[in-house]
T-cell receptor
Framework: DAKTTQPTSMDCAEGRAANLPCNHS???????VYWYRQIHSQGPQYIIHGLKNNETNEMASLIITEDRKSSTLILPHATLRDTAVYYCIVVPQAGTALIFGKGTTLSVSS | DAGVIQSPRHEVTEMGQEVTLRCKPISGHDYLFWYRQTMMRGLELLIY????????DSGMPEDRFSAKMPNASFSTLKIQPSEPRDSAVYFC????????????FGNGTRLTVT
């Protein structure tokens, strides 16, 4: 399975965009990029996923580079409630179990 | 949609006792996953099922742990006998195993073994 590399922590000011990077240089053609987040003491929450194209939903945007070796999760207007650990995960195929790394701790401050 | 339901939310037990954690997946989902989370080891996959059949249990730490899924709407994770090092938050998740389907997690069971 392709592994991911994320920064340990990031800070963001409330109202600004939060851009969380993820490297997955060994990703293969049929592997999805998933993003989850975990707010303290809650279960992980699905944010967004993509295969090749950029994706956007009500929570975030996902930008995948053309060579698919890295991606960026964008929270366009971060709020205090976006403070969480964000996990970038590469999944070989639908239905395969997710293997979580350590993720990026995002701290949003006012 | 009620989401994935886990019970109990908190469990405190003494070493050596049997512990049973319960999970009700989202109706219609055909995959069910059990994870464990500790500060030291993060989120670890224990076992997962597809259509009630265990697919991969390589993450189950030892024989004291067992998981069952008797039907599509219920799963249990049992620890017998429990030990203090089993203290963790245990999460259940379910998904619809078609293209690009995300996992939906429950709120977890916080287990404390004294």
């Amino acid at each position: 399975d392709a592994k991911t590399t994320q920064p340990t922590s990031m800070d963001c000011a409330e109202g600004r965009a939060a851009n969380l990077p993820c490297n997955h240089s060994t990703i293969s053609g049929n592997e999805y990029v998933y993003w989850y987040r975990q707010i303290h003491s809650q279960g992980p929450q699905y944010i967004i996923h993509g295969l090749k194209n950029n994706e956007t939903n009500e929570m975030a945007s996902l930008i995948i580079t053309e060579d698919r070796k890295s991606s960026t999760l964008i929270l366009p207007h971060a709020t205090l409630r976006d403070t969480a650990v964000y996990y970038c995960i590469v999944v070989p195929q639908a239905g395969t179990a997710l293997i979580f790394g350590k993720g990026t701790t995002l701290s949003v401050s006012s | 949609d009620a989401g994935v339901i886990q019970s109990p939310r908190h469990e405190v037990t003494e070493m050596g006792q049997e512990v049973t954690l319960r999970c009700k997946p989202i109706s219609g989902h055909d995959y069910l996953f059990w994870y464990r989370q500790t500060m030291m080891r993060g989120l670890e996959l224990l076992i997962y099922f597809n259509n009630n059949v265990p697919i991969d249990d390589s993450g189950m730490p030892e024989d004291r742990f067992s998981a069952k899924m008797p039907n599509a709407s219920f799963s249990t994770l049992k620890i017998q006998p429990s030990e203090p090092r089993d203290s963790a938050v245990y999460f259940c998740a379910s998904s619809l195993g078609t293209g690009g389907s995300p996992l939906h997690f429950g709120n977890g069971t916080r287990l404390t073994v004294t």
